[in-house]
């Protein structure tokens, strides 16, 4: 089965796409012929993303300001959508790191706005337009594989992640009655922004020893996943977690 062939003509939301894995999908669904409209707070990497998509053939690739903690921000971003939408990544994440003991409130607050109430603000948008036109859309989550186990400096992190994992499975036994589904996609390490000072460091060359499959992931490891996700390939698959981690989860105790 070609998974990219069965996204073409779908039009896909991308949060976070100003960066990393959220630039990395919009480039896959738009080579796959995806109608896609890419979203986050920084604009200017934003049109450096649709230049660079326009470049290679894309049409009506949109970029969107957004902040996916203000509501305003959200409620505009769906307004300014440029065609119904079939497909919501919700990507756009931070992970805020730091000894829980001392972690300042606001470090806290900021990783669950955005990682938590983010994405229940663009999922219940995107829902309540789904329901009310009929139309069956399907959102895909980013979550980790610190939403099954933990990491250490990352507390915040881990719980906003494992709160999107039963985010996931709560909307999607809400949703399935209106033929929405709600999955998520658990990455273990990609080298990206997010964390690409701490695997240069001792500590992330250890870690890299624990992954049992010796490597850190690259963005195209989760492309299959993803597109499984993503696309119609799998309608019967909805509350999934799928993990995509080198065999990290299951590495030995
Ligand atoms: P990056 O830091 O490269 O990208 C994060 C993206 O989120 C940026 O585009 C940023 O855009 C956006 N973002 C952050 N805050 C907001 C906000 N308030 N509103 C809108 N957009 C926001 O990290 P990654 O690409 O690595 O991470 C992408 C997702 O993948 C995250 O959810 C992360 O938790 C998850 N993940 C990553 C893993 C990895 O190893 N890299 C592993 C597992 C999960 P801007 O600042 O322009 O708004």
Redesign the pocket.
């Known amino acids: 089965m070609d998974l990219g062939a069965r996204l073409a003509g779908r039009h896909v939301l991308v949060?976070?796409?100003?960066?990393?894995?959220?630039?990395h999908f919009a480039r896959l669904c738009s080579g796959c012929g995806a109608r896609v409209s890419v979203?986050?707070?920084?604009r200017e990497?934003l049109e450096a993303l649709v230049a660079q998509l326009d470049a290679a053939g894309a049409a009506g690739v949109a970029a969107l300001d957004?902040?996916?903690?203000d509501p305003d921000s959200v409620a505009d971003c769906f307004a300014a959508l440029p065609a119904p939408l079939d497909v919501l990544v919700n990507?756009?994440?931070?992970?805020g790191s730091g000894a829980a003991v001392d972690l300042p409130l606001e470090s806290f607050d900021a990783v669950m706005?955005?990682?938590l109430r983010?994405p229940w603000l663009t999922s219940t948008h995107a829902a309540r337009a789904w329901r009310d036109s009929g139309r069956q859309g399907t959102i895909v989550n980013?979550?980790?594989?610190v939403a099954e186990r933990v990491a250490g400096g990352v507390a915040p992190?881990a719980v906003s992640?494992a709160g999107l994992k039963q985010m996931t499975k709560a909307l999607a036994l809400e949703w399935a009655r209106y033929g929405i589904r709600v999955n998520a996609l658990?990455?273990?390490?990609?080298?990206?922004?997010?964390?690409a000072d701490f695997f240069a460091s001792p500590a992330g060359e250890a870690l890299i020893k624990r992954i049992p499959m010796r490597r850190l992931?690259r963005p195209e490891d989760l492309d299959a996943a993803f597109l499984l996700l993503a696309s119609d390939a799998a309608p019967w698959m909805t509350g999934a977690l799928v993990p995509v981690d080198g065999g990290h989860l299951v590495s030995g105790l």
Do not use: H
Request: glycine share 16%.
């Open positions: 949060t976070g796409a100003s960066s990393g894995l959220g630039a979203a986050a707070r920084r990497r957004l902040d996916v903690t990507n756009a994440g931070i992970s706005a955005t990682n983010g980013i979550a980790s594989i992190y992640k658990a990455p273990g390490y990609v080298e990206t922004e997010i964390n992931g």
